[in-house]
């Protein structure tokens, strides 16, 4: 039962995300460029003091960042931000989530992995969804947002493929978030001056410093206990729960697009991760 309510609280940790950044970008309390910025600089300080009080940095116990993660990381969080000036809480997350697990498939294949019979069905049948998120004509949806949204699935894939190659997750994951900040930064000082209020200050440092960091650092404690199979179908409620948070923070309305676009994304997933985990 405890593992459950910690699984559960760390897919909420996931969907607030979205939830924070579409309200603090919907009426302009804070840019998208500051709020990556923020929230990148937030996780980096809240993941860098709990290392501290273990005493992980006074043993000198600290890592080189991979080079793939810390890119990989600033793109999700950049693309993340951007996509979210424009896209509802749910659509963004259901395109985000169905990149990232395709791009992990396609990560399992390079790495020399062969996908069953029935991954290639499930995952075939995922991209249908997106393709189907991704036609104005079914789904209105902002396509420059979309495609930066895709962008960001991207980058938390490839973030999420370097991780399953380092040992200390804690310790990999501060190194990467404090060297994705100057690349925020730099993209902050492309952009121009943004508006930027106490109220988004304040949802930028949450997003990074509790959604994102303790909510990873959750995620790190639950998943070595979990099943591969049920971490995987864990998440495909993230999208369903940011969906859920969008309508009743920000009044946004559940339309029979997202519905079929849902049953499409994440059925193909879960059919693809239910094939994987079959002797």
């Known amino acids: 039962m405890r593992l459950t309510l910690l699984t559960a609280l760390t897919m909420i940790a996931f969907a607030a995300n979205s939830v924070i950044n579409r309200a603090a970008l919907a009426d302009g309390a804070i840019g998208p460029a500051s709020f990556a910025v923020l929230r990148l600089g937030s996780g980096a300080v809240v993941l860098f003091i709990i290392l501290w009080l273990q005493g992980a940095v006074k043993g000198g116990v600290w890592i080189r960042p991979r080079l793939d993660a810390v890119l990989g990381l600033a793109l999700y969080a950049i693309g993340f931000s951007f996509a979210y000036s424009v896209l509802q809480a749910g659509l963004g997350a259901l395109l985000l989530f169905g990149m990232v697990q395709i791009t992990m498939f396609a990560g399992a294949i390079v790495q020399g992995n062969s996908p069953k019979p029935l991954q290639w069905v499930g995952a075939a049948i995922g991209l249908s969804g997106l393709a189907y998120v991704l036609n104005p004509s079914t789904s209105g949806i902002d396509l420059r947002g979309a495609a930066l949204m895709i962008a960001a699935g991207f980058g938390w894939g490839i973030y999420s493929l370097a991780g399953q190659k380092v040992e200390q997750a804690l310790v990999a994951t501060a190194a990467s978030f404090i060297c994705a900040v100057p690349i925020a930064v730099i993209v902050w000082g492309l952009t121009g001056s943004e508006t930027v209020s106490h109220k988004g200050i304040a949802l930028a440092c ?56 849902s049953a499409l994304v994440l059925g193909g997933i879960g059919l693809s991760v239910w094939a994987g985990q079959r002797d």
């Open 206 to 261: 949450f997003s990074g410093g509790v959604t994102s960091a303790l909510g990873y650092i959750l995620w790190f404690y639950v998943l070595p206990r979990l099943q591969t199979g049920t971490a995987a179908v864990a998440q495909l409620t993230v999208p369903l729960i940011a969906m859920a948070g969008g309508m009743v923070f920000l009044g946004e309305v559940w339309t029979l697009d997202f519905t079929i676009a």
